[in-house]
């Protein structure tokens, strides 16, 4: 197995700031890293693929970079609709394994 | 319009069985592989099983080898969970979870909205 560590696990943040949330690897991942965006009572959405690929129709607002065991997912303008939590998940070999995830709120 | 509709969750006894179904729509469901995703409640995220787009390939958690079986009918673009021997802590919402192409090396680019499935006497 290959167990993925978050952090922060929360995170606490007004409009417009920039906010970076880390996912770390227990061994080499290459790049097949996935973020997903969790919103209260509703299922994940995939943000971002191979480590760094923005989904089509994701705000640029949404940026990641990283490979091998550490990863980082980046909002640039931090914006209302953002709150929820995030999720990093490990495609490159099964069991496929989520971080714990990162509550992100709104100041 | 891509769409997965879960179904079959409900309250069962430990030790009973329950189906998942999923019905997909919207794409080419014969080309895709898929996933089940479950969460406890208040917890994470938990990845159950997948099946390649032959349904030739079947990887499970640990936790649910042995006990839950995933299958595919591509005439029906139909997913099923079957899951025996349940236990309380597999109390969770149960996502169908389309794979960008296959599962690994890819992503889970489309969800359903889940179907919860609750173990208790």
């Known amino acids: 197995d290959i167990p993925l560590t978050q952090s922060p696990s929360f995170l606490s943040a007004s409009v417009g700031d920039r906010v970076t949330i880390t996912c770390r690897a227990s061994q080499d991942i290459s790049i097949y890293l996935a973020w997903y965006q969790q919103k209260p009572g509703k299922a994940p959405e995939v943000l971002i693929f191979g480590a760094s690929t923005l989904q089509s129709g994701v705000p640029s607002r949404f940026s990641a970079s990283g490979s091998g065991t550490e990863f980082t997912l980046t909002i640039s303008s931090l914006q209302p609709e953002d709150f929820g939590t995030y999720y990093c998940q490990q495609l490159n070999s099964y069991p496929l394994t989520f971080g714990g995830g990162t509550k992100v709120e709104i100041k | 319009e891509v769409q997965l509709l879960e179904s079959g969750g409900g309250l069962v006894q430990p030790g009973g069985s329950l189906r998942l179904s999923c019905a997909a729509s919207g794409f080419t469901f014969s080309s895709n592989a898929m996933s089940w995703v479950r969460q406890a409640p208040g917890k994470g995220l938990q990845w159950v099983s997948s099946?390649?787009?032959?349904?030739?390939?079947?990887p499970y958690a640990d936790a649910v080898k042995g006990r839950f079986t995933i299958s595919r009918d591509n005439s029906k673009n139909t997913l099923h969970l079957h899951m025996n021997s349940l236990r309380a802590e597999d109390t969770a919402v149960y996502y169908c979870?389309?794979?960008?192409?296959?599962?690994?090396?890819?992503?889970?680019?489309?969800w359903g909205q889940g179907t919860l499935v609750t173990v208790s006497s």
């Open positions: 979870v389309k794979c960008g192409g296959t599962c690994q090396h890819s992503r889970f680019d489309v």
């Open positions: 099946i390649s787009n032959t349904g030739e390939t079947t």
